[in-house]
């Protein structure tokens, strides 16, 4: 199978790549510059893209049996608040120049397409319960607009030669790539530092195993994704930062104060039945060994 993957040199869309080329999987991916040669494990083709709609071309997926949009227009190290102060050319680019490549795709023969959703669609939600894909979303922020805008924009595209899905994945965490620092880096520099960590709980999934729920929805039997649907929930554990940073303890030797325990009881945690239903199977524990 030939992918190409938009935001393939991303945190997220890093760990897609490595996931596709170690099952045998010829991988493209688009973006502004070219990765250098030792980034991935393996050789991947590039091609020059960007998220401009009016750039968007079937001549990008030519030959491609499958598409995988993991790249987003943000302001350096921010999701939510990642419009800053233009959220006319946010909200382009990454509604309408998302649509443009997912038509393009679906124009060129693709058969399969996965989007990189957040739960950020969900918004506010009643304290304490489970999220579920049915769950009516509400999305508080700009970001979450904008991956429901595409959520609902792909779904309308689907027919029986183009399956489309979202994913809505939260809390990605692992290795980073060559070169680059984890998402934990600065708190575990924090903790080492002795210096005040605020309590937090919050859902997290290896990337390891976001990218298996990307692989399950380009390899799976078309038959059962759609019966299952085109959205589904992609995340593992609940996990307390005093937990965390507990395990960090253990491996690295600092003895300094744990944070206090969060609240977790109004915490909404996500529910991937749906998911797993199809065979998707997390790790299901927090695993520092790969950072």
Not at 30 to 52: A, H, I, M, N, T
Not at 123 to 129: H, I, L, V
């Amino acid at each position: 199978m030939k992918v190409l993957v938009t935001g393939g040199t991303g945190y997220a869309g890093r760990f897609i790549v490595e996931a596709l080329l170690a099952a045998g999987h010829a991988v493209s991916v688009s973006g502004r510059s070219k990765p250098e040669d030792s980034f991935f494990s393996g050789p991947v083709d590039f091609q020059s893209g960007d998220l401009d709609p009016d750039n968007a071309s079937p001549a990008l997926l030519h030959g491609c049996d499958a598409f995988v949009h993991a790249a987003f227009h943000h302001v350096a190290g921010r999701y939510r608040g990642g419009e800053g102060d233009d959220p006319q050319s946010f909200r382009r680019l990454n509604v309408d120049g998302s649509l443009a490549l997912f038509a393009a795709a679906k124009e060129a023969g693709v058969a399969r397409a996965v989007f990189l959703s957040s739960r950020a669609v969900y918004g506010a939600q009643p304290p304490g319960s489970v999220l579920t894909e049915e769950t009516e979303s509400h999305p508080d922020t700009l970001y979450g607009e904008v991956k429901r805008g595409v959520e609902q924009g792909i779904a309308v595209m689907a027919d029986e030669t183009f399956l489309p899905v979202a994913l809505r994945v939260t809390g990605i965490y692992g290795p980073a790539g060559p070169g680059r620092r984890h998402k934990w880096a600065d708190l575990f520099a924090d903790f080492e530092a002795g210096r005040e960590i605020a309590p937090r709980v919050g859902t997290e999934v290896h990337g390891e195993d976001m990218a298996a729920a990307v692989r399950l929805m380009l390899e799976g039997d078309a038959d059962a994704i759609r019966a299952a649907g085109s959205l589904f929930n992609v995340s593992d554990i609940l996990l307390d930062r005093r937990d965390l940073l507990a395990e960090y303890a253990k491996q690295s030797g600092c003895a300094n104060a744990l944070p206090e325990r969060a609240d977790a009881s109004a915490y909404n945690s996500m529910n991937c039945s749906r998911l797993k239903a199809l065979g998707w199977t997390p790790r299901g524990e927090l695993d520092l060994q790969s950072l």
